[in-house]
């Protein structure tokens, strides 16, 4: 089954201590992003990857890093996580429509953090 | 950052009724995506329109873009309580990966 996985699905941590949610598809895609949805603002993209070693910052980058080491993983970091970072965060791939380049994401189940 | 607003925010029907979701901006977009958000879940893609004008149906669900592409419908005949859910409708620019989501429609339809 095509899909996207995250972990963990829920997640409460302290501010300042360091944490990792993972992200794995298992379609071949080469294009991977990292969003937050908050309630009134919708869901903002944070960083993606446009193939490995290859990663860009999207509309809301600070207090975040990924990496892409290899095609299928796209892990977001959180390097000092504070209370402003608590959001609901989903990963994706994208398939790409050719030859007009329209990207179509696929979204993983979500993770809850809670930043207190 | 370019807005996409949908309206209404929230929309509470019976089963049976028909109804329509509306996304506009003031930005040109390449395409239009509707998806779909239970909760828990993320979202899920149901449609991509390219084309102004073009109108595309799934089942009892009819989108389309408009012919300016600034905008876009969804609308939903005899909705079933199984359509309750988060809708949000995405611009995108070809050959660009970033979409730009509008806030949500948030459908209930009630048994």
């Known amino acids: 089954e095509a899909q996207v996985t995250q972990n963990p699905r829920y997640l409460i941590t302290v501010t300042g201590k360091k944490l990792t949610v993972t992200c794995s598809q298992n379609?071949?895609?080469?294009?991977m992003s990292w969003y937050r949805q908050d309630p009134g603002l919708g869901l903002r993209q944070i960083y993606y990857s446009m193939n490995v070693e290859v990663t860009d910052k999207g509309d809301v980058p600070e207090g975040y890093k990924v990496s892409r080491k290899e095609k299928r993983n796209f892990p977001l970091i959180l390097e000092s996580p504070s209370p402003n970072q608590t959001s609901l965060y989903f990963c994706?791939?994208?398939?790409?429509?050719?030859?007009?380049?329209?990207?179509?994401?696929?979204f993983g189940p979500g993770t809850r953090l809670t930043v207190t | 950052t370019q807005l996409l607003e949908q309206s209404p925010q929230f929309l509470s029907i019976q089963e049976g009724e028909n109804l329509t979701v509306y996304c506009n901006s003031s930005?040109?977009?390449?395409?239009l995506q509707w998806y779909r958000q239970e909760p828990g879940e993320g979202p899920v893609l149901l449609v991509t329109?390219?084309?102004?004008?073009e109108v595309k149906k799934l089942k009892r669900l009819t989108f389309q873009f408009g012919d300016a592409r600034k905008d876009s419908s969804l609308h939903i005949t005899a909705a079933q309580p199984g359509d309750t859910g988060l809708y949000l409708c995405a611009g995108g620019h070809t050959g660009a990966n970033n979409l730009f989501f509008g806030t949500g429609t948030r459908l209930t339809v009630i048994p």
């Open positions: 329109v390219v084309t102004g004008g």
């Open positions: 379609m071949n895609h080469e294009y």
């Open positions: 994706a791939s994208s398939f790409i429509w050719s030859p007009e380049l329209i990207y179509e994401q696929y």
């Open positions: 930005s040109v977009f390449s395409s």
